[in-house]
């Protein structure tokens, strides 16, 4: 092994949650280290790719910004649909993970690509990771996990797993242009929905589940695939393939643990009805970077404070997602489950969501 090397701030994990908090932490004149196991930056792309739009200013770099979009489409199981407007972005979100990869880079920090971690001694805050096929050993002060909701480093001290649902998404062509997402309620998609997601010449399609009622995704994303083809909607070529784990039981009982600050999927700040993850991880990314380097500066509240100020802009929503998954848990599989009013009452485009689920 070589010899240990010392910095400021680990980073576990690039994505826009651990890109974010490097380039935070860089700016503030830290030493940064980041690694991240894929062989690529943003890739594999396990996301819908959309943005809310006070997002905007992270999609002004060439190449992220794919579409616009104004608004939702909601069909309920009767086939009843509702409009509504909810403007944001569709990115190229591997393009916008290595966008803010390079802010960090520029500003100095270290990131390591196809470099997994794999011991952690929090107490001693020495980290081991492989990379190269070399184990390189890590001395750090801080420590940021932004490692996704199967988190190795929340598994490393021990921690819960989070609750997750799985996504199987495929990327198709499009066939008529169309400013609107559009989302699929039913019983088809226990626990999660359906989604088609117009970005330019192409469409991201897919569905979400909780593998306690539907452990196949292929069938049925491949059953709403034909009818979209058949309906001349989308062409019946499968352009790419993706899918993963998308936390949904809320935020871990604690955000920073042992110098350790969790931030993105990996402290279980994605919406757990809509899946939303992005905007929440480039925030608590920022202000995860800027924790450390306050701390760092002397600041014995650091950490505090950015756990009080993460719960205060995310708990509440978080909480009453969680509550509305609960109460639907009793639904699926029965007939119930495709009543238009349950589904109203366990989605954010409907007034009846907020009413009944009020935290």
Known sequence: MDDVRSVDVLVVGLGPAGASAAHIAARAGLSVLGVERNRLLGE?????????????AY?????????????????????????????????????????????????????????????????NRVATV?????????????????DGPLSPVAAALGMEPLD?????????????PCGDTDIWLSDDYPGGYA??????????????ADRRWEDNLKQPLARLHRQLADAGRVGEAVLYR????????????????????????????????????????VISGERAGQAAAAYLSGDADAFGDYEEDVRDQFE????????????????????????????????????????????
């Not at 649909?81 to 993970?97: N, Q, T, W």
């Not at 997750?164 to 008529?176: A, K, M, S």
């Not at 088609?196 to 569905?207: D, E, I, Q, R, T």
Request: aromatic residues 8%; contains cysteine; proline residues 4%.
């Open 59 to 123: 999609a002004r770099t060439g190449g992220v910004l794919m579409q616009r979009i104004s608004g939702m489409k909601s069909v309920l199981p009767s086939g009843r649909v509702h409009e509504s407007g909810f403007p944001g972005l569709m990115i190229d979100r591997a393009e916008f993970d290595r966008t803010i990869a390079r802010e960090a880079d520029r500003h100095g920090a270290e990131l390591w690509t196809r470099a997994r971690l794999t011991t952690l001694d929090a107490e």
């Open 164 to 176: 997750v649902v799985q996504t199987r998404q495929y990327t198709v062509p499009l066939l008529r």
């Open 316 to 359: 509440t929503a978080v909480n009453r997602a969680v509550r509305r998954r609960r109460e639907l848990a009793g639904y699926w599989r029965t007939a119930a489950a495709n009543e238009d009013g349950v589904q109203r009452k366990g989605w954010i485009a409907f007034d009846d969501y907020f009413e009944s689920a009020a935290v």
């Open 130 to 146: 492989r990379r190269a096929g070399e184990m390189r050993c890590i001395r750090y002060e801080v420590l940021v996990a932004a």
């Open 242 to 281: 993706t899918g993963g784990a998308i936390p949904v039981g809320g935020l871990r009982g604690r955000l920073v643990v042992n110098r350790t600050v969790f931030a993105g999927d990996a402290a279980g700040l994605t919406h757990p009805i809509t899946g939303a993850g992005i905007a929440a991880a």
């Open 195 to 208: 989604w088609l997601f117009p970005k330019g010449s192409v469409a991201n399609l897919g569905v979400g």
């Open 44 to 56: 594999p792309v396990q996301c819908a790719e959309f943005i809310p739009m006070p997002m905007g």
